[in-house]
């Protein structure tokens, strides 16, 4: 009975404890309040704003990745692309130089209709200052025989002197042992174009008649005289005049329409029967 005395006047005790503490919360200054909950608040706020910064740089992170494997790829089908792009432009290249070639081709079959052309390409080019020649992949085999023609589409290059089964050779109009008769534009006169020495790029005109009128720039063509030149294939063009005491003794210098530094390929000027 005691006990149970005891234990009432404990609970009584407890509840007026605690309505006198609920009397006391609630008449407390808000400003006391604040700083009673703000160091909760502040503490939670924290591991909130941690949280969100942990999530959102794994997001980040996984949006880079996502990004850098997306990049990979589109790198692989660039990279296939560009591979297809320069196997088209090598085989474009290759169209336009033989596009090329049949124009050039083309070019001199037009000059030279009364003629079977034989196309070829200089193998060998033996030059120094007194021999100028070069040897050609066309030969007995192809039809070939001494006292051809030797063109490209820009003019004259020499003829053959001696042939074998698969090759030519052919002595330039630049080699000092070459003589061609030629023709200069504004004139029906002729005169002799011979090679010259120190030089690949052109040659010497003399014998030029006394009322002719030359001037730089003018186009010489080929004669026709001396039985081995069919008429009016270009020579190349006057660079030079040199007048001398003696009018006749006059010459000039014509740089060659072909480039003989860097020639490749040719035409042999074959009679057709």
Known sequence: MYKDN??????????????ICLVIF????????????NPFTKATMSIQCAYTSVVNKMTKDEAYFSSLESAKVQYEELKKENEKLKDENQKMIAIQAENKTLKEQLGVAENYLSYELVPGYVIQRDFSNYSKVIVINVGKKDGIENNMTVVTDKGLVGYVVSV????????TIVDTA??????????EKSMVTRGVLDSNKKI????????????????????GIGGIYPKNICIGKIK?????????NRYVYVETAVDFDNLSDIVVLKKQK
Do not use: P, R
């Open 26 to 37: 609630t008449n407390l200054d808000n400003n006391i309040i604040d700083k009673i909950v």
């Open 6 to 19: 005891k234990s009432g006047k404990l609970g009584i005790i407890i509840t007026i404890v605690i309505l």
């Open 204 to 223: 010497k005109g003399t014998y030029i008649d006394n009322d002719v009128v030359i001037n730089e720039g003018d186009t010489i063509y080929s004669s």
């Open 164 to 171: 074998e089964d698969n090759s030519s050779k052919v002595q």
């Open 178 to 187: 070459s003589a061609v008769s030629c023709l200069i534009s504004n004139s």
């Open 240 to 248: 030079e005049i040199v007048n001398t005491q003696n009018k006749t």
